[in-house]
């Protein structure tokens, strides 16, 4: 999905209108693969919300430059489409085996990865959640979606207490001056893209959606924009624990009230396949003219098991040597995991920026 904080949905930023077909696309390789019994028996199977295979694949069928093509409707379809959705998810993720979720801030440093404060200048965590009893956004109807916001409201007001204390707003109605400022503040989501329109995840826009932020703005609840809630804690500067400690309690208040669905095998339930598992992006905007400029920057993040982005989000341009580097994986790993690899990257390509500066001024 494509919004002004641009969160990651595994597929690429549409180049023309007509796009050519992705050969690589997961969706098209793995429903090859079934067994003609296996796929003819899958096609005929709905699950108790009405969802179908033939519904999971639409976004690829007729998006063909995506990358991974298929969306779940609801939690059972990963379940009833299991001999789909499970080998295309072990590609993906390079894991098939239980996911594992951990929020104990006490594992992450309490050294800062950037000591001198110059290199990073802003951290951002964020995950994406869904609650239990309700699809998922290609099968949510309005009133669910509805429902969902009044309760997350509710919940905000109630629970979010210290510095978490804020406001809910509605994007329905929305104060022309609030709408500005949230603007302004790069929180505002946009609808979605092409890939979310053909599988229904627009439907009845803005309705039910809305934005909730703490006085200090280090707090962020998007509610039904793609996931039913994206929980996002940030901050300027480098202090990971502190921003991961205070995305750990925002995650706690929400599914101590509003329970999330959840799998032993694949952690967070999202209704895009890529994001399973923690369903955590754990980033930096950091200062990296020189490494940056090595021919092997991009392979040596890969290596490190980190993702670049442009400062404005997947597909952008650096701006002044600053990039977006965040963890790769989000199902295998624990959330904590997720961040350390993060923390442990990051602290690497500052040790080798540090490196190219000294042998520069040399």
């Not at 949510?140 to 510095?163: P, V």
């Not at 924009?225 to 990971?240: P, T, V």
């Not at 967070?268 to 940056?292: D, E, W, Y």
């Not at 982005?309 to 997947?314: A, L, N, W």
């Amino acid at each position: 999905m494509q919004t002004q904080a641009t969160p990651s949905n595994g597929h690429p930023t549409p180049m023309s209108d007509s796009p050519s077909l992705n050969p690589q696309m997961l969706m098209l390789k793995h429903l090859a693969a079934l067994p003609q019994d296996v796929r003819h028996k899958l096609l005929s199977q709905r699950t108790t919300n009405g969802f179908t295979l033939g519904m999971a694949v639409i976004s690829g069928t007729l998006n063909l430059d995506s990358g991974v093509g298929a969306y779940a409707g609801d939690a059972e379809a990963y379940e009833m489409f299991e001999p789909f959705f499970g080998p295309l998810i072990a590609e993906y993720h390079g894991f098939s085996g239980n996911h594992v979720t951990d929020f104990d801030v006490n594992k992450i440093p309490t050294e800062p990865v950037d000591p001198t404060g110059e290199a990073i200048v802003s951290t951002r965590i964020r995950v994406g959640r869904n609650l239990q009893g309700y699809p998922l956004a290609p099968m949510i109807s309005k009133e669910q979606r509805l429902e969902i916001m009044n309760r997350a409201a509710a919940t905000f007001k109630e629970k979010f207490t210290g510095d978490l204390a804020g406001e809910f707003y509605p994007l329905e109605g929305m104060d022309e001056a609030v709408r500005e400022q949230l603007v302004n503040d790069h929180f505002l989501f946009k609808q979605g893209d092409r890939f979310l329109e053909v599988v229904g995840a627009n439907h009845d826009w803005p309705s039910g959606r809305g934005i909730f932020h703490n006085a200090d703005k280090t707090a962020l609840v998007w509610t039904n924009e793609e996931d039913q809630f994206r929980i996002i804690s940030m901050q300027k500067g480098g202090d990971i624990r502190q921003v991961f400690d205070r995305l750990a309690r925002m995650v706690a208040i929400l599914n101590g009230t509003l329970p999330f669905a959840y799998s032993d095998k694949y952690g967070a339930i999202t209704s895009c396949p890529t994001n399973l598992g923690t369903a955590m992006r754990a980033s930096v905007h950091v200062k990296l003219p020189f490494v940056s400029a090595r021919p092997d920057f991009k392979q040596l993040a890969q290596d490190l098991k980190l993702s670049i982005r442009g400062i404005h989000g997947e597909h952008s341009e650096s701006e002044g040597g600053v990039y977006d580097i965040s963890n790769k994986r989000r199902l295998g790993v624990s959330e904590v995991e997720a961040v350390l690899t993060m923390y442990r990257g990051i602290e690497k390509l500052l040790e080798i920026e540090r490196e190219m500066a000294a042998k520069a001024a040399a």
